[in-house]
């Protein structure tokens, strides 16, 4: 069954205080399918669904305090209208992604120094091979990437899921970019 497939999501993992993390696993255990059943009948889409719990979970994180003083019918309620928001957000931005061209978006967010845009552009990837050269790296350059550039993390937030220092996650950035160039140009030259 689908809804016993989801992973529990490291960002609540990551959570430092021992307090924190465990009201989060409990809210998780509580509302994770019910969010999840939300999110699918928004979005019609099983990994959209998903990446929406996700979001909706660091939203709730960034609330704990606030969730603490409710009481259960006030957190599913909170729970659910999280996960409506994040649903509607998630259409919203697959909307515009559609109307400015999705590929221009990605390749825009991987220009830096170390990654010319000549050679970003001549990779010309499509989104679906995005999507399946994501899933070659490793679980950290997938996340570090996916948090930075599709979910528009904040450095001090990726580097506390990460468990890194701030000031390192640009260049674990750069690398992660760089593997994922690597692996574009092997899927060019593979498919040639």
């Given at each position: 069954m689908v809804l016993q497939m989801m992973m529990f999501p490291a960002v609540i993992l990551a959570i430092e205080d021992d307090s924190d993390r465990a009201f989060m696993e409990q809210l998780y255990r509580e509302h994770s399918k019910r969010m999840y059943i939300i999110a699918l009948r928004y979005l019609h889409n099983h990994h959209d669904a998903q990446d929406a719990v996700n979001d909706a979970i660091v939203k709730l994180i960034e609330k704990i305090p606030l969730l603490r003083t409710k009481n259960g019918c006030k957190?599913?309620?909170?729970?659910?209208?999280?996960?409506?928001?994040?649903?509607?957000?998630?259409?919203?931005?697959?909307?515009?992604?559609?109307?400015?061209?999705?590929?221009?978006?990605?390749?825009?967010s991987f220009e830096d120094d170390t990654v010319s845009v000549d050679e970003t552009v001549m990779l010309n990837v499509s989104h679906d091979e995005l999507k399946v050269t994501l899933e070659l790296l490793s679980q950290r350059d997938r996340n570090l990437l996916k948090w930075k550039y599709f979910y528009d993390w904040a450095d001090d937030h990726v580097a506390n899921a990460l468990g890194i220092e701030v000031n390192s996650v640009r260049s674990a950035l750069t690398r992660a970019r760089k593997n994922l160039l690597v692996l574009m140009k092997e899927q060019k030259n593979d498919k040639q």
């Amino acid at each position: 069954m689908v809804l016993q497939m989801m992973m529990f999501p490291a960002v609540i993992l990551a959570i430092e205080d021992d307090s924190d993390r465990a009201f989060m696993e409990q809210l998780y255990r509580e509302h994770s399918k019910r969010m999840y059943i939300i999110a699918l009948r928004y979005l019609h889409n099983h990994h959209d669904a998903q990446d929406a719990v996700n979001d909706a979970i660091v939203k709730l994180i960034e609330k704990i305090p606030l969730l603490r003083t409710k009481n259960g019918c006030k957190v599913k309620a909170y729970v659910v209208r999280t996960i409506e928001n994040t649903s509607i957000n998630a259409i919203t931005k697959k909307q515009r992604n559609r109307s400015v061209g999705v590929e221009q978006n990605v390749l825009e967010s991987f220009e830096d120094d170390t990654v010319s845009v000549d050679e970003t552009v001549m990779l010309n990837v499509s989104h679906d091979e995005l999507k399946v050269t994501l899933e070659l790296l490793s679980q950290r350059d997938r996340n570090l990437l996916k948090w930075k550039y599709f979910y528009d993390w904040a450095d001090d937030h990726v580097a506390n899921a990460l468990g890194i220092e701030v000031n390192s996650v640009r260049s674990a950035l750069t690398r992660a970019r760089k593997n994922l160039l690597v692996l574009m140009k092997e899927q060019k030259n593979d498919k040639q």
